[in-house]
């Protein structure tokens, strides 16, 4: 059983930058998909991004394309989300997710395991 472990959240002015990490346990990280999640309170949990085994497929929510980027470090088993110019509708609890193939992940259906979620918080 993989266990994903995120870190990197907190609280930040709107504009502000954060990067959120994720480790992952096991030796097979290299042989899937990864992505990012996030719940805002009251609303369901939404894709953000996600990144294909290899790193060379990349896939963005609309809200999110051109300020967020999505990487990994398969060597250290680390998939990262680079979050730019944050504004407070960004506010929500962000979740690491593994997928179930080596394709990108853009449905919570498509994901095998789950992080514990970091929050990220921007105040205007």
């Known amino acids: 059983q993989v266990q994903l472990a995120e870190s990197g959240g907190g609280l930040v002015q709107a504009g502000d930058s954060l990067r959120l990490s994720c480790v992952a346990s096991?030796?097979?990280?290299?042989?899937?998909?990864m992505g990012w999640f996030r719940q805002a309170p009251g609303k369901e949990r939404e894709f953000v991004a996600s990144i294909s085994w290899s790193g060379s497929t990349t896939i963005y929510a609309d809200s999110v394309k051109g300020r967020f980027t999505i990487s990994r470090d398969n060597a250290k088993n680390t998939v990262y989300l680079q979050m730019n110019s944050l504004k407070p509708e960004d506010t929500a609890v962000y979740y690491c997710a593994k997928g179930k193939t080596t394709v990108v992940v853009p449905t919570t259906s498509g994901v095998g395991s789950w992080g514990q979620g970091t929050q990220v918080t921007v105040s205007s």
């Open positions: 096991g030796r097979t990280f290299s042989s899937y998909a």
